[in-house]
């Protein structure tokens, strides 16, 4: 006995019946990009590495006057002063 249906009775999701609208993809990437970044800037806090965006953000609003460091100036800076002479820990 065969038994016909109108339609497919399968559940398979193949690529082709997935549809997923183009702005949809970009938005759903924009997203997760943005995500990791948040998470990298909890990290980079919690582990005390630098954030240059930060300090961009920060140098904006309180130092107009003058111009930022380069990132490069800016990880050198870190650096030096982290690793520099004198104490290099709170305890």
Known sequence: ???RTSGPTHRRTGAREMRIPRGSLRETVATVRAG???VLRVVRQVVGAPDYERY???HS???AETAPLDR???YA???SR???PGP???C
């Open 1 to 3: 006995m065969s038994r």
């Open 36 to 38: 990791i970044a948040r």
């Open 56 to 58: 961009l953000e920060h």
């Open 61 to 63: 609003r309180c130092h």
């Open 72 to 74: 490069r100036a800016f």
């Open 77 to 79: 800076e870190f650096v």
């Open 82 to 84: 982290r690793f520099g």
């Open 88 to 90: 290099t820990r709170c």
